[in-house]
């Protein structure tokens, strides 16, 4: 069985991702299998996702993948190469053979070339002394891999950003999946809205606007995603700001994102300025970007630590899949190389524990109302075909 894997958000999933879905199953063949490794209740980009875990699982589902696990809580919350690295080791683990994903430039060969360099023994004297005349990581970056020869503008767009993250991470890893990037036509973070390529971030601002987002959603998955709830960090600045204005000292330096002091300054805005935003947008700078502190800013609310980041999880959850994914599951329980547990399933550990807050959290985040504490337990597998 021939086992095509993507690292994913969904957030929400759109018209995009269906028709990457339906290239997967092209590259699977026939007897092969869709695994979907998706992000759950909080991003990448520091914010809850718009809609829960569940649902954007189930949608997943129902537009043709076998099996979605989650992302673990830690793995989503870290920085750009440490998402890659966590997915890049789960799928492996899984047995996965390719791995499917996006990027903006028309030249894929050069995501590689590019991956090769960034994990050369000159790449990081380099950017170290870039980093030393006071221009900000991105920039610096940049600079580095162009005095190697490289092409700086591939590490500039978000897209470009992960695939070589997800290229490096193989090469780290000695994984023997096959990178396999897909050209993404249209701006999928711009600001214009495209119709025809439609991107989650336009959808979202949608959304927030009360604009029909679900025109532009898979007709498969529209019934199950209009019926989710909306979640915004908006709603819940109230009770982040409740748990910044409570937190010690030693808990504002244990936190992820914080090093060269940058945790004394959000911790000093915390301290003084009323809003989220504000904090954030004084907080920031040329050398810490946005996408960083809004990291650090959600991991001090739901309470996770530097040295949580720093720890594997102990297992995946099992969030939807029909019955090839099943076998997988199977499978993977049968070799020992992935410990997968399905969702609503109670664990006692402190791993368990930091999880089941989030959840509980999450639910403050819900545009309508908040909703009860308890979900990581009332939580079931979405299960095609029952």
Partial sequence: MKIVGVICEYNPLHLGHARQLRYMWELAGEGGAVVCLMSGNFVQRGEPSLLDKGVRAEAAVRCGANLVLELPLTAALSSAEGFAAAGVDILTKLGCDTLCFGCETERPEILWDTAKLLLSGNFDSLLRLYLKEGISYPAARQRALETLGGAGETIVRPNNILAVEYCKAILRAGSRMEPHPIHRPGDYHGGTFDPENPSA?????MAGRGENWLAYVPEAARETLQR?????????????????????????EAL????????????????????????????????????????????????VTAENLRSPAPYVRALAFDETGSRLLRQAKKSGGLTVVNAGERLENAYFEMERRAEDLYGLFAADAPEPPGGAERRRVYVSGR
């Avoid at 971030?201 to 601002?205: E, H, T």
């Avoid at 979640?231 to 808990?251: N, P, Y």
């Avoid at 914080?258 to 050398?287: D, H, P, Q, Y």
């Fill in 228 to 252: 989710g709830t909306m979640h915004t960090l908006q709603v819940g600045e109230r009770a982040i700001l409740s748990r910044l204005r409570t937190m010690k000292d030693g808990e504002f």
């Fill in 256 to 303: 992820p994102y914080g090093s060269e002091g940058l945790w004394r300054k959000f911790m000093k805005n915390c301290r003084k300025l009323a809003g989220v935003e504000e904090i954030l947008e004084t907080t920031k700078s040329k050398r810490y970007p946005r996408t960083r502190l809004n990291r650090m800013l959600l991991c001090a609310f739901l309470g």
């Fill in 201 to 205: 971030a336009s959808l979202r601002r």
